[in-house]
Antibody, heavy 123, light 110 residues
């Protein structure tokens, strides 16, 4: 059964870099039929797509995050990661990783999702 | 504002039918891209409810159904049950923005 698990610091200081890793079990991040994505949800608010990555390293990210986002994949560890630079309080959110079921579009249906991890930006 | 527009809230009594709309534009739903729906129970991660406009993953009751027309989509829930009380989100692909979600709709079972 496919499972995803986010990990990383729960507290990040303003202006620093948020770094999260998604560990995948039950499937390979090197599967050429899939993309892998990050989605976030600020407390009490809705879902926002952050970005997606293909096993080859091709990435797509939300334009609203401009150039602050880097997503990478490590096929040897069966993981993919998110780095968000220059964070502010507005980046405080639960961050989810998920599988995107498509080899054509970087954002298709997300299933399944990890349980999510809360990252708070505060000094 | 979200790229896909949903009503903030809907409500219904047990056994009733409710619908949740999701309105997009010519760069996403209207361009022919699929709409997917998620259910988020309090304190949990979203769960795929409907994919490809009107398909149910294994295990999702047939009380849940989806449809799409033009630049909009809808989620219908029949035979409303107390455990359906949750937040519901639509999602699609956008030519310019890539991934887009609706703002979410809170369903209250009266």
């Amino acid at each position: 059964q496919l499972q995803l698990q986010e990990s990383g610091p729960g507290l990040v200081k303003p202006s620093e870099t948020l770094s999260l890793t998604c560990s995948v079990s039950g499937a390979s991040v090197a599967d050429s039929t899939l993309y892998w994505g990050w989605i976030r949800q600020p407390p009490g608010k809705g879902l926002e797509w952050v970005g997606s990555i293909y096993y080859s390293g091709t990435t797509y990210h939300n334009p609203s995050l401009k150039s602050r986002v880097t997503i990478s994949v490590d096929t040897s560890k069966n993981q993919f990661s998110l780095n968000l630079r220059s964070v502010t309080a507005a980046d405080t959110a639960v961050y989810y990783c998920a599988r995107s079921n498509s080899r054509v579009l970087p954002v298709a249906r997300f299933d399944p999702w990890g349980q999510g991890t809360l990252v708070t930006v505060s000094s | 504002q979200s790229v896909l527009t949903q009503p903030p809230s809907v409500s219904g009594a047990p056994g009733q039918r409710v619908t949740i709309s999701c309105t997009g534009s010519s760069s996403n739903i209207g361009a022919g891209y699929d709409v997917h729906w998620y259910q988020q129970l309090p304190g949990t991660a979203p769960k795929l409810l409907i994919y490809g406009n009107n398909n149910r993953p294994s295990g999702v009751p047939d009380r849940f159904s989806g449809s799409k027309s033009g630049t909009s989509a809808s989620l219908a829930i029949t035979g409303l049950q107390p455990e359906d009380e949750a937040d519901y989100y639509c999602q699609s692909y956008d030519i310019i923005l890539n991934g887009v979600f609706g703002g979410g709709t809170k369903l209250t079972v009266l």
